[in-house]
C-alpha cells in the first residue's frame, strides 16, 4: 500500500515551457486534490475533484488545468510555465467528505527560470 | 471571508519544557478543524480532527482540544524527534479545506 505518490520529485522549467505532475492514490479514495505550498503562505487548493471524469478550481487555479481520467489519477498540468509557478506541490486524497482525512504525497518541488 | 491563523510563526523549546500552539478560526460552518505535521523535504502528515467546541484528542505528547474560536496543540515534555511545522486547517463548504501558515517547532535537546 504506498497511500498517496506524485511524479517527479523536483523539476526545473524555463519560463514558457510546460509540463505535466502526476498523482497517483491505491486507497480507491473518490475526492483528489492538487495544493502549492509557498514560504509564508501556507497551504492553497489549486483544483480538486470530487470523482473520476470531474474537476473543479480551488483558490489560485489560473494557469494550471487538471484531468482525472481514471480514479485512481489525478494530473496538473501547466501549459505554459512562468516564474510564479515556482513552488512545491502536494497532492492529496480522501474517501469522500471534506471531513474525511486527507492523505498528502511526497510532493513535488517545481523551479521556473 | 474565512481564515485561520496559527501563532507563534516559530517556537523553539527545550526538551522537555511544555507548551502550545495556536490555531485561531473565522470559518462560517466549521465542519471540522485538522492538524497535520510536516517534516522538512515531506507531505503533511495527519494528526487529529476535531469535530465540536469541547472535544480533545491525544496522541502520545501531543494533545488538541477545539474551542468556537481557537484550537490548541499542547505538546508535553517535548522530544527533539517532535520537531517539525504543525499545521492546522478547516473544513470549509463542501469539499475544501483552509490552512493557516503554520508554526515551525524546534526541540533543542
Known amino acids: 500500500n504506498a497511500g498517496v505518490t506524485q511524479t517527479p520529485k523536483f523539476r526545473v522549467l524555463k519560463t514558457g515551457q510546460s509540463m505535466t505532475l502526476l498523482c497517483a492514490q491505491d486507497?480507491?479514495?473518490?475526492?483528489m486534490y492538487w495544493y502549492r505550498q509557498d514560504p509564508g503562505m501556507g497551504l492553497r487548493l489549486i483544483h480538486y475533484?470530487?470523482?473520476?471524469?470531474?474537476?473543479a478550481k480551488g483558490e489560485v487555479p489560473d494557469g494550471y488545468n487538471v484531468s482525472r481520467l481514471k480514479k485512481q489519477n489525478f494530473l496538473l498540468g501547466l501549459e505554459s510555465a512562468a516564474p510564479s509557478q515556482t513552488s512545491v506541490y502536494f497532492c492529496?486524497?480522501?474517501?469522500?467528505?471534506?471531513?474525511?482525512?486527507?492523505?498528502f504525497g511526497p510532493g513535488t518541488r517545481l523551479t521556473v527560470l | 471571508e474565512d481564515q485561520v491563523t496559527q501563532s507563534p510563526e516559530a517556537l523553539r523549546l527545550q526538551e522537555g519544557e511544555s507548551s502550545s500552539l495556536n490555531c485561531s478560526y473565522t470559518?462560517?460552518?466549521?465542519?471540522?478543524l485538522f492538524w497535520y505535521r510536516q517534516d522538512p523535504g515531506k507531505g503533511p502528515e495527519f494528526l487529529f480532527t476535531?469535530?465540536?467546541a469541547g472535544e480533545e484528542k491525544e496522541k502520545e505528547r501531543l494533545k488538541a482540544t477545539l474551542t468556537k474560536k481557537e484550537s490548541f496543540l499542547h505538546i508535553t515534555a517535548p522530544k527533539p524527534e517532535d520537531s517539525a511545522t504543525y499545521l492546522c486547517?478547516?473544513?470549509?463548504?463542501?469539499?475544501?479545506?483552509?490552512f493557516g501558515q503554520g508554526t515551525r517547532l524546534t526541540i533543542n535537546p
Open positions: 486547517a478547516v473544513a470549509r463548504g463542501a469539499q475544501k479545506l483552509v
Open positions: 470559518v462560517s460552518g466549521l465542519r471540522g
Open positions: 475533484s470530487v470523482g473520476e471524469g470531474t474537476t
Open positions: 492529496a486524497s480522501s474517501y469522500v467528505q471534506v471531513t474525511d482525512t486527507q492523505y
Open positions: 476535531l469535530y465540536s
Open positions: 486507497m480507491n479514495h473518490e475526492y
